[in-house]
């Protein structure tokens, strides 16, 4: 049996997840990563995709998360997000307004490194986009 850990999934709206989890996979921005009890420490930042966390109690459940941070240590991980929703919750339509939004920001940027962060993102988006409507 898997050792668990402490697991919290904050947005600035409101505390999504406190509990023991056996596992959970976070997107960080070098790629996915599975969180495990005694981890070594590790602080990552977080781009658009699902979290998805496996309670100690066995059950999966899953969160659309929007970037943001993640504390991870021997006992714990924290995922402080910009914003998440649980994946029941999640809207294709809210998504794309964000997908609509970033192309507008994009169109209107005019400084080089702003474009650049601009189309990460978009780009993120769109990814997130496509998993969601296959998944």
Same mark, same amino acid.
């Given at each position: 049996?898997?050792?668990?850990?402490? =697991?919290?999934?904050?947005?600035?709206?409101?505390?999504?997840?406190?509990?023991?989890?056996? !596992?959970?996979?976070? /997107? @960080? $921005? %070098?790629?996915?990563?599975?969180?495990?009890?005694?981890?070594?420490?590790?602080?990552?930042?977080?781009?658009?995709?699902?979290?998805?966390?496996?309670?100690?109690?066995?059950?999966?459940?899953?969160?659309?998360? =929007?970037?943001?941070?993640?504390?991870?240590?021997?006992?714990?991980?924290?995922?402080?997000? !910009?914003?998440?929703? /649980? @994946? $029941? %919750?999640?809207?294709?339509?809210?998504?794309?307004?964000?997908?609509?939004?970033?192309?507008?920001?994009?169109?209107?940027?005019?400084?080089?490194?702003?474009?650049?962060?601009?189309?990460?993102?978009?780009?993120?988006?769109?990814?997130?986009?496509?998993?969601?409507?296959?998944?």
């Amino acid at each position: 049996m898997a050792d668990n850990f402490n =697991f919290e999934l904050v947005s600035p709206e409101r505390l999504l997840v406190s509990e023991q989890a056996s !596992e959970v996979v976070i /997107p @960080a $921005t %070098e790629g996915e990563m599975t969180v495990m009890a005694r981890h070594a420490p590790t602080m990552t930042t977080l781009k658009p995709g699902v979290v998805t966390v496996k309670s100690a109690a066995g059950k999966t459940a899953k969160y659309v998360v =929007f970037g943001g941070f993640a504390d991870i240590s021997a006992t714990g991980l924290t995922v402080l997000a !910009e914003s998440a929703v /649980p @994946a $029941t %919750e999640f809207s294709t339509d809210a998504l794309q307004a964000r997908i609509d939004t970033a192309r507008k920001e994009l169109a209107a940027a005019q400084d080089h490194e702003k474009r650049n962060g601009i189309e990460e993102f978009l780009s993120e988006l769109t990814q997130l986009h496509g998993a969601v409507i296959a998944g």
